[in-house]
């Protein structure tokens, strides 16, 4: 089976997310205890404090605008995941996928699991998502490396500030830098990537030693009341009880094995299973840097996993991790077809053979695996099932509703 353009298709995809994502993030952004809307409350009005830049620069528009604080949030989230879908669009329109690709692409850890779990929309990690794609798009061979290397250099510490856990997926970025500036050499990896990632070093450090105290969180929180009659709940109220030293450790008992950490081993066997496919066997067709050179493409992968173990190790929210995860690990993997580094072929799974013959299989198997599930954000709850029934079901509900209540 050749390889296939699905512009068209993917467009609409896009747009239905587009929708989506305005429509229920403007549905939530007035619920009282919307854990989206909490983690955009955190500032520094209490003093320094990690995460705080992202409420900054709401209370900043807040003010400005004098309009209610939430509409400030719903605005930055909405640009944010927006603007990410946009510009994967934009990016990604001209490849041509084979059948184990587009499975892949349409992978319920990827595009639609915010849209499926609600909790997890208009989370910071879409600016994570929007920058690697500008990272991405600038990576490409017309543009010099200073430019990608002056964009992370400048705006990796912007996101520390946003959001500090970005540090553990910086080896996604280091990927593309190595490649880009065709790093060959373990000492010129070491050199460069260290006077890039500089300044993210030096904030990254000052976040660990320099955490808010509590009475930094009480002026934080009082602010909120006195001045937009928001309270601290949630992320802003866990800001200092569940902190970066790893006291939530108590959360992984033995009991747990099964079925919280079988659930979510068979999740990431499933839910990457076609992205690992499609790198199985596949080799990198240059030598020409250090990636290329010392490693095959699925070794590489599994080496990036490592670090973010630590995030499932203090933290409760897996789903999320799992999205952020295989979010940055398709997004890598279609930048190497793109830039041509690998090779894009599909190979003869015993399986496909099968599944090609009989397209009424095929498109039940890949509604299956694409739109009837999604793992729920936190490590405790049950995988969810019927995800785009219950996607259209809740939006003609609230519709409906609206339209009653007018």
């Not at 239905?16 to 305005?22: K, Q, S, Y």
């Not at 990537?193 to 660990?208: C, G, Q, R, V």
């Not at 079988?262 to 067709?285: D, Q, T, V």
Request: glycine fraction near 4%.
């Amino acid at each position: 089976m050749e390889n296939i353009s699905i512009k068209n298709k993917f467009l609409t995809f896009i747009i239905f997310l587009i929708i989506c994502t305005i429509f229920y993030l403007y549905y939530k952004h007035d619920v009282g205890n919307d854990t989206s809307i909490s983690e955009w409350l955190i500032n520094y009005q209490g003093g320094f404090t990690r995460r705080g830049l992202g409420g900054e620069i709401n209370i900043f528009f807040a003010k400005l605008f004098s309009i209610p604080l939430r509409d400030t949030i719903f605005f930055t989230q909405a640009f944010g995941h927006t603007a990410y879908l946009i510009f994967l669009f934009l990016y990604l329109k001209d490849l041509r996928f084979n059948i184990i690709q587009i499975f892949a692409l349409f992978s319920p850890l990827f595009l639609l699991y915010p849209i499926a779990e609600l909790e997890v929309l208009g989370r910071k990690e879409s600016f994570i998502f929007l920058f690697f794609v500008v990272v991405l798009y600038f990576s490409q061979k017309q543009f010099r490396p200073v430019v990608v290397n002056s964009i992370v250099l400048i705006f990796f510490p912007i996101l520390c500030l946003i959001w500090e856990q970005i540090v553990l997926f910086a080896p996604f970025f280091s990927i593309i830098l190595i490649i880009k500036n065709r790093l060959s050499s373990f000492l010129d990896v070491l050199v460069k990537l260290f006077i890039i990632f500089s300044p993210s070093i030096f904030i990254t450090l000052i976040i660990f030693l320099f955490p808010l105290s509590n009475q930094g969180h009480i002026e934080m929180c009082s602010f909120l009341i006195n001045e937009f009659s928001e309270r601290c709940y949630m992320s802003a109220d866990l800001l200092i009880k569940n902190t970066i030293y790893f006291d939530t450790l108590y959360i992984h008992k033995i009991e747990n094995l099964f079925p919280e950490y079988f659930r979510y081993i068979m999740i990431f066997i499933i839910g990457f299973l076609p992205l690992h496919l499609s790198i199985y066997k596949n080799e990198f067709l240059n030598r020409e840097n250090f990636v290329t050179r010392n490693f095959r493409p699925l070794n590489l992968y599994f080496y990036l996993y490592i670090p973010i173990l630590i995030l499932f190790a203090f933290g409760h929210d897996w789903g999320r991790w799992m999205n952020i995860t295989y979010s940055l690990s398709v997004l890598l993997y279609l930048y190497f077809i793109k830039e041509k580094l690998i090779n894009n072929k599909l190979y003869n799974f015993f399986f496909l053979k099968i599944f090609l013959k009989k397209k009424v299989y095929l498109f039940l198997i890949f509604y299956l695996f694409a739109f009837s599930w999604n793992p729920k954000n936190l490590w405790s709850g049950d995988v969810a099932s019927n995800s785009l029934y219950k996607i259209i079901y809740r939006s003609f509900k609230i519709m409906t509703n609206y339209i009653l209540n007018l």
